[in-house]
């Protein structure tokens, strides 16, 4: 940043903790999934737990679907959904209807949930608003396929989509067929729905339909218990990372305060942490709210968020064994303040605890760390290393 | 090099434009295929365009004609050709016709194109003599197939081969026929031509033979325009790297006095390629100089070219946009003075423009690279990083 003299956030910013723990420790650079390659927060968790996002992808909407506590079981296609104010030739007039609050999604969800879909399409549903506009549909039966294009028109101004078959299989076109006979039922439910005369007496947009996208299905991967024969748990917000946890077979550990925002009660997910650490192997802890500050461009809050990490994480130190406890440090990818997106570019991680070849990198930052002895590895080589330091691993070969 | 005071020629040269860069950018060493293996330099350079030579090479004859102006399609089969001296039993006395004149090799060629084979072959053909000696052959029709041996010997003194199908394919079959029966129809042509009987007169070996080796075909690639949504350009001299350049999609920019020699206009390259990149997002410039420095054993000259190049550079550097260009510095291959072949060690890199994560490098060389805020990259992850850094990556994941 050039207001802060050519360096990053992370490199201004006041972070005794991360510091001393890069003193401590071995530092290096990671990219996430390949140099270059911008991650998503999905395929970036994937892959730092040791999972290929390459090889187990399979979209958003089942990860995000699990983990705001929506059970999708392997077979099932699920979507992000969208309560969206549509006009009556069902051009969208607002795809958040003016970001509904979770009360009237709530009431809208109940109602949608009693809807019956003909008995010949042999499927059952789940859908569950999440935060605000956002909610979740899992479609469960037989013959299913995320092969299918979205209802969801992207912008205001377009009307809804038809879902289509985006492969030629029957599973795709019964699928399609599915989600539009629900998409229409749906919006028979949310037309004359009280909540929403009661929106329109007070001004507020109705919403009146749902936009679904993102089909996806759950990945078939192996926990991280078979895997490394360990007991993992997270500490996490966002229903993305949540979903992401849950596949791999983590034990999900809800934290009041905690919200995946700057305001989140960061000393709360903190001293979970800590509590988890006693009946857990392995323990993720996730802190959504630095990628928000650079999505929102606001460099001071990405410091300050920065400066509250590096007080929650000196309250971790104090408080684990550090003669039996490996700690790693790092990013799920780079968020820039100057694109307000996802880069491609390399993260910073530090590794702590007992027998890590300690290096000369003195400073937690982007540029100190790519000279530590880690130098560069990839997303999927992090787990591995950690279970290597922690004895867990097993050996190739003889 | 001992007479180098152990210093690598790049170490010994005087280079300030790429020191400069150096200092201002990140830097780095690349694999160009992996560590320790040698590369070709068309190996190294479809690595380097972001193509996994692994995955897509299949072989270096149809490259070349690609890049030689021979139109070359998907199924088509090319070879790499040489005019050749046989004596009346079809022993090769001199690979190289004595480096025929090109004005001598083209005569023949056109005879050669008027060569007709039999109907019942149903094949057509393009013949065209590149530099000297060099001509490329390219077989188009139905069902051929690139899994054919040579007709070269590779040394003098030995017959000429017959060519023959490597798998037990009718396609093989068929084109092992057609190739012989191409080079019988080509020997007819050559033995009596006015042009070897002129040759002989003047004292020099006859060009009455076509050896060809190297079956190809084109890889079957998306070009870089469909990879990245870049509109790319190439200013090269060898036929095999504007192969390369040309099945990327990229376009080639012709050259005067751009020779593929240590004699080779530098500053018109430079000129065309800051002209180029008026018009192209990407533009690649490509020099031989230094490898043909190295295939000859000529240290003085290797240093010599080194600091041309420099002057090239600083030309470029001097003329583009460094607000809003990003410029990458690095080679396709190490090519020893001591063994004066291609050899596998990593190459340096440095990359500059607006937000690279500059390092504390402020020499180009291979062990200061070494040194940088790249670290070890491979060859495959120079373009998606370069991309990532042009705003030109997608997201994989959400």
Redesign the interface.
């Known amino acids: 940043m050039k207001e802060l003299g050519?360096r990053t956030p992370l490199e201004a910013a006041t972070k005794p903790a991360l510091n001393s723990i890069a003193k401590d420790g071995i530092c290096g650079?990671i990219d996430p999934?390949?140099?270059?390659?911008?991650?998503?927060?999905?395929?970036?968790t994937l892959a730092m737990l040791g999972y290929d996002?390459l090889k187990v992808?399979s979209g958003?909407g089942a990860l995000e679907a699990a983990g705001s506590g929506v059970e999708v079981l392997p077979g099932d296609v699920a979507f992000r959904c969208n309560f969206a104010t549509v006009d009556t030739s069902l051009v969208v007039l607002d795809r958040r209807a003016g970001r509904i609050a979770n009360e009237d999604a709530s009431k809208l969800a109940e109602s949608l949930r009693k809807v019956s879909l003909q008995k010949s399409l042999n499927v059952k549903f789940l859908f569950k608003n999440t935060v605000q506009h956002r909610a979740a549909l899992v479609i469960h039966g037989p013959n299913l396929s995320s092969a299918v294009s979205d209802s969801d028109p992207e912008v205001a101004g377009k009307r809804i989509l038809k879902v289509k078959p985006l492969d030629a299989s029957s599973e795709a076109r019964r699928t399609a067929r599915v989600v539009n006979a629900l998409m229409e039922e749906f919006r028979k439910v949310l037309k004359d729905h009280v909540v929403n005369k009661e929106r329109a007496k007070r001004g507020l947009p109705e919403a009146n339909m749902v936009l679904c996208r993102?089909a996806g299905t759950i990945p078939k991967i192996d926990t991280l218990q078979k895997k490394f024969g360990i007991k993992p748990a997270c500490v996490a917000a966002v229903s993305?990372i949540k979903g992401v946890c849950k596949v791999a077979g983590m034990d999900l550990i809800n934290v009041k305060g905690a919200t995946g925002t700057p305001e989140t009660d960061y000393m709360a997910k903190a001293k979970a942490t800590v509590r988890a650490l006693k009946t857990h192997d392995f323990v993720l802890l996730h802190v959504k709210a630095t990628d928000v500050a650079s999505h929102d461009g606001d460099v001071r809050l990405k410091i300050e968020v920065i400066e509250k990490i590096d007080r929650m994480l000196g309250y971790i130190i104090d408080r684990i064994d550090t003669d039996a406890t490996h700690l790693a440090v790092t990013a799920d990818h780079t968020t820039?303040l100057?694109?307000r997106?996802?880069?491609?570019?390399p993260v910073p991680v530090v590794i702590t605890g007992p027998y890590v070849r300690r290096d000369q990198v003195v400073e937690f930052g982007?540029?100190t760390c790519?000279?530590g002895g880690l130098?560069?590895i990839r997303g999927l080589n992090l787990m591995p290393i950690l279970m290597n330091l922690t004895g867990k691993a097993k050996k190739f070969g003889a």
């Open positions: 050519g650079i999934i390949a140099p270059g390659i911008t991650p998503g927060s999905d395929t970036a996002p992808y958003r993102g993305l820039s100057i694109t997106n996802h880069e491609g570019d982007e540029r790519a000279e130098n560069r």
